[in-house]
């Protein structure tokens, strides 16, 4: 492939093939002709001015045939794997400025016959051009570009473009307007030199082929433990069961995955509309996220215990209730620190509230020294705090409230704590 010098390699190419084209022309026009590859705009266009050709890149796009065939390519460590190509398609103006009458359009007949001659680049024609002394500095720096080495050769095809838009570039140009043609050269491959992470070669080929059937998780609920009976509307808390309900649930290799942990449910647990799962330990009170996969083994015969990714379900949302773990009865003074037990432990960048009755009291982050998480939360009681004997109970941790009990009634009526 080529290095991005190859996009000058190009143009100085065809800048040499015109200007070697030009010889006998100059002789029947009197006088030297000039071949450049400058921007309009820069041309002196006086009437002193000298015969001229003018090669001018105004345009370079990704080619639309290259440019998915080798995407970027990293490990899952980030890791560079392999180097993607950059496709390029060359669009040139091709002009002429005569120094006197009819001079311009024998000027733009000759260039236009010299590219209809030479459709394609060969790799002697660039390799003559860019190692033939004596050489400017550039164009002698331009060997390193190995255009003449990539796999697709270089191809050179008029450009049919509209009165209008080329109306247009020239005004973009800031420039009179000269007879003018444009070319496609197509296709440039640069490609980066940087190291890459080798991959071993393949030893052997297999093809499995498994019926698509993504699961869908529809419903999320709690179990309070093994066995015991799935309540409608219970709050989730730690060291409860997560019950999964949906559709197409239970695959070959059936793993649930919570926000990052991944938990392999019981065999028994696991049906085609439910699975049951116990909560990692390490999950803070909050909304996390739940996933349903199935992974495939791959080869039975020879690597049973080796399974691949093969399908996922949509991802569904629960949230993780904190819970009061501090004995009762809960009494605390205005002016006074309240130190309650939080199960599980919250974690140091979440937010805290204490709801005693009506009224609320927020706590900062924890403090930057100590564990990531912790189990007890101190709260500093106002001076105006609400006082009374049995206001109701509550922490609330990034927005998810803790549970409060019901009597026969129906009405809540614990944990409670004392404000005097």
Do not use: C
Not at 11 to 36: E, K, P, R, Y
Not at 67 to 95: K, M, Q
Not at 264 to 275: F, Q
């Amino acid at each position: 492939m080529s290095t991005p010098l190859a996009v000058a390699t190009v143009t100085a190419v065809l800048q040499n093939f015109l200007q070697n084209s030009v010889t006998d022309l100059a002789a029947v026009l009197g006088g030297n002709i000039t071949v450049s590859t400058e921007p309009p705009d820069r041309i002196d266009n006086g009437a002193a001015s000298p015969d001229r050709i003018n090669l001018f890149l105004f345009q370079a796009t990704e080619n639309q045939g290259w440019r998915n065939l080798a995407l970027p390519s990293r490990s899952a460590n980030g890791e560079r794997i392999s180097n993607p190509w950059l496709a390029l398609d060359l669009s040139y103006l091709l002009t002429a400025y005569g120094a006197g009458p009819l001079h311009a359009e024998a000027l733009l007949g000759q260039a236009m016959f010299v590219m209809h001659e030479m459709p394609v680049l060969t790799r002697d024609a660039i390799r003559a051009v860019t190692l033939s002394p004596p050489q400017p500095p550039l164009l002698a720096g331009l060997t390193i570009s190995e255009l003449a080495d990539q796999i697709e050769q270089i191809k050179i095809a008029p450009q049919v473009m509209s009165i209008e838009e080329i109306s247009k570039i020239w005004s973009a140009l800031q420039s009179q307007y000269r007879p003018t043609a444009v070319y496609k050269v197509s296709v440039v491959l640069i490609e980066s030199r940087k190291s890459v992470r080798p991959t071993l070669p393949v030893r052997a080929r297999n093809l499995l082929v498994v019926p698509f059937e993504q699961p869908v998780i529809d419903l999320i609920q709690s179990q309070s433990a093994d066995g015991a009976e799935i309540v409608s509307d219970q709050p989730i808390l730690a060291g409860y069961n997560l019950v999964i309900d949906g559709q197409r649930l239970r695959g070959e290799t059936t793993l649930v995955l919570i926000d990052k942990e991944e938990v392999m449910p019981d065999d028994g647990e696991v049906s085609a509309t439910r699975i049951v799962v116990p909560l990692p330990a390490v999950l803070q009170p909050g909304l996390h996220a739940v996933q349903v996969v199935h992974r495939v083994v791959f080869d039975p015969d020879n690597f049973p215990n080796e399974t691949r990714p093969g399908v996922e379900s949509n991802v569904a949302a629960f949230v993780l209730s904190p819970e009061i773990a501090t004995p009762t009865p809960i009494a605390a003074a205005r002016n006074s620190t309240l130190t309650l037990t939080i199960n599980p432990p919250v974690g140091r960048a979440q937010r805290a509230a204490l709801l005693a009755g009506s009224s609320t009291v927020s706590i900062p982050a924890r403090p930057a020294a100590g564990p990531d998480a912790t189990a007890t939360l101190d709260f500093p009681i106002p001076a105006d705090f609400p006082t009374g004997p049995d206001l109701l109970l509550r922490v609330q941790i990034d927005g998810a409230q803790s549970p409060l009990a019901v009597d026969a009634g129906g009405n809540f009526n614990s944990p409670t704590i004392a404000i005097t």
